[in-house]
């Protein structure tokens, strides 16, 4: 039995030896058993999880296309220098370099402001979108380059220097010029555009973050690719030599006529005070921001508006995509093991596991709409006070230009500029959005909170009767809180009836020893209520500086402080700059000196025929007119005869005291 045994386990196993022998030969040949697990990967690739964005290789690589743009960028910089140097150089002046043209001229009054602000916009969303990109500067992945913190550094001076030439082509204001916009703008439009459509999606916080956040980069390129052609085919058209017989009419002339020209109407205004619509009107325009004649707000407070509308829309959005989607995906994801989570940590929200699931997803669904009712109130309180600013701005700058003095405590008060005040000046646009995203960060915060607290503390016990923690508490607690409100109750009613009379319409204080006497009684009481009122003020404090946070033209602190708050003190020092450099009634007196043609010298003026003609017209006009520079009937201003009507002296002409008065004040009737 032993050999038999013996010899059937030699047969089974050379059986098994033969089998495994043939399985494989018969594996190495045709069959695959990883064929049978279909959830592996094959190849040794990875399986992208669910919702995951696989990488997107596009046909170009965008390091190429950014390469392009640069050099692009700098052969169109080289060639407005070249076109700079032609135009400035004077008749009697063959020798000079190129000089480098200025992307925007900030102080200028009558600079358009369209092209500088999508300029900005287009360089403040490449900023945004460079915080989730994995490459800092895109031309690094044509080379091994490890991507890290000072490459980020680098890319935040490559992107103003890659914008640069596209805001000082409408500087130039040559048809050249204008060609060269045309063709660089179409070139970034082209290049972001072929980017966003061959990858819409990213892998990056969220697939469709990169799409929504270039949003305001395509319109900004968008309407400079349209802007420049538009102005090529004008410049084109235009005549020679029109533009350089005179200056035309510009903003200052417009301010310096509409300010002489107004007309008061002292009945009228008088008889609509009483108006409700009036009121309601008046209210309006104080609050909200309306254009208003005869005043422009400089270019700088444009462009801070419009960066602080891109800062909210780009701080919104990546609130939004990268909380919500997650919450969503946590409320999908819920099943019947929350029920042992929630047991762990001493929860019990009933038998029933289902029901315990539907109330989960039920509090995730409160949460995320808490969320995204605080967002949508954020914002919301951002731009009102955005808007609100504006009103505020012009009104110190009217002030300013009337003769108001800054009002920042115990720092000196001179109208002239400082080194410290150009440091604000240049930094204004740039403190206000960085302020504006943080400020809308730390909204958002606080209100998400409050809706929290209030949503499931409050509301939604009240609404399905269970977990009524807080109301179990104020039920517990009530004494306390009804002899606080008594105390206060009690001291306004005594205050109003017994402590104070009124004796031939002058107010007195009355009953003295029953006044010492509630005072003495009441002070345990009123420790009490000052330390709610102590809580009630840091929270009053908290929420008002949080929604003023994004305002440079509101100090957070107290006056004595004012100058203590660099918002502040850089708001203030950028309005002295503004003031002192681009005031638009000196501005419309240069012009008119400059308009005034000098006479000119016998032995310069040609012998010719035309030169005697010239000297006769001269002779008829009279020594009273010889240099005048404006063609009109006598008695006629260089600002029209209107302008010249309003500056004789009457009831419509300027005041003959200057105004001295405090920043943001009214210095005039």
Not at 101 to 125: E, I, K, N, Q, R
Not at 483 to 491: C, G, N, P, R
Request: proline content about 7%.
């Amino acid at each position: 039995m032993v050999t038999n045994d013996g010899e059937g386990g030699e047969e089974k196993g050379r059986s098994m030896s033969s089998q495994a022998a043939g399985n494989q030969t018969t594996s190495g040949a045709a069959d695959d058993y990883s064929d049978w697990y279909l959830d592996e990967p094959q190849d040794g690739q990875e399986l992208p999880a669910e919702g995951a964005v696989p990488s997107c290789h596009p046909s170009v690589l965008s390091g190429l296309l950014h390469t392009c743009l640069a050099v692009l960028s700098v052969l169109v910089l080289l060639l407005l220098a070249v076109l700079m140097r032609r135009r400035q150089l004077r008749p009697r002046c063959r020798h000079g370099g190129p000089r480098l043209p200025s992307p925007v001229d900030f102080l200028a009054g009558d600079m358009t402001w369209t092209v500088p602000a999508a300029v900005f916009m287009v360089l403040f969303s490449s900023l945004c979108l460079l915080l989730p990109a994995e490459d800092a500067l895109p031309f690094l992945t044509l080379a091994s380059f490890p991507s890290g913190g000072p490459w980020k550094i680098l890319a935040l001076l490559y992107y103003p220097a890659l914008y640069y030439p596209l805001a000082a082509c409408a500087t130039v204001r040559h048809g050249a010029a204008h060609l060269l916009g045309s063709m660089l703008s179409w070139a970034h439009f082209g290049v972001q555009v072929w980017q966003r459509a061959e990858c819409p999606q990213t892998p990056q916080i969220h697939k469709y973050y990169s799409l929504l956040a270039s949003l305001p980069l395509l319109l900004g390129l968008g309407f400079l690719s349209l802007w420049y052609p538009v102005q090529l085919v004008r410049s084109v058209r235009r005549r020679p030599g029109v533009g350089s017989e005179g200056l035309q009419s510009s903003y200052s002339e417009d301010y310096l006529r509409t300010l002489l020209c107004r007309k008061k109407l002292a009945s009228s205004s008088r008889a609509s005070k009483h108006g409700f619509l009036s009121r309601a009107w008046v209210s309006y325009r104080n609050y909200i921001y309306t254009p208003q004649r005869g005043f422009r707000l400089p270019l700088k407070l444009v462009l801070s508006a419009t960066l602080t509308g891109s800062a909210i829309y780009q701080v919104a959005l990546l609130l939004l995509v990268g909380v919500v989607p997650t919450i969503q995906r946590m409320r999908a994801g819920i099943t019947t093991d929350i029920c042992y989570l929630l047991a762990g940590f001493g929860i019990l929200l009933s038998e029933d596991k289902q029901e315990v699931v539907g109330l989960v997803k039920y509090y995730l669904w409160a949460l995320e709409a808490c969320y995204i009712s605080a967002l949508v109130l954020s914002c919301s309180l951002t731009f009102l006070m955005l808007i609100r600013s504006l009103v505020t701005h012009r009104t110190n700058l009217q002030a300013l230009h009337r003769g108001a003095a800054l009002d920042l405590g115990p720092l000196p008060q001179h109208p002239h500029p400082s080194r410290q005040a150009i440091v604000c000046w240049m930094s204004f646009s740039a403190y206000h959005t960085a302020f504006t995203c943080l400020g809308l960060l730390v909204q958002q915060i606080i209100f998400f909170l409050g809706t929290t607290i209030l949503a499931f503390l409050v509301f939604m016990p009240m609404l399905h009767g269970r977990n009524l923690l807080l109301l179990r508490h104020l039920e517990s607690s009530w004494p306390f809180w009804l002899t606080l409100s008594l105390a206060v109750i009690l001291q306004n009613t005594a205050a109003h009836w017994v402590f104070l009379e009124t004796h031939h319409g002058r107010p007195e204080l009355t009953n003295r020893r029953v006044l010492y006497a509630v005072t003495f009684f009441l002070f345990p009481i009123n420790v009490l209520v000052g330390a709610m009122v102590v809580a009630w003020r840091v929270l009053l404090s908290a929420l008002y500086n949080a929604i003023h946070l994004g305002q440079m033209d509101l100090s957070l602190m107290p006056p004595r402080a004012a100058a203590l708050d660099p918002g502040y003190y850089t708001y203030c020092s950028f309005l002295k700059i503004e003031a002192s450099q681009s005031h638009p009634a000196t501005t419309a007196f240069c012009t008119l000196l400059l308009r005034t043609r000098q006479p000119r010298r016998p032995q310069d003026w040609p012998q010719t025929g035309g030169g005697r003609r010239r000297d006769a017209a001269a002779a008829d006009q009279g020594p009273g007119r010889q240099g005048s520079g404006v063609q009109g009937p006598p008695g006629q201003g260089p600002l029209g005869a209107g302008l010249h009507a309003a500056a004789q002296p009457g009831p419509a002409g300027l005041p003959e005291a200057g105004p001295v008065g405090r920043l943001g004040q009214r210095v005039w009737p």
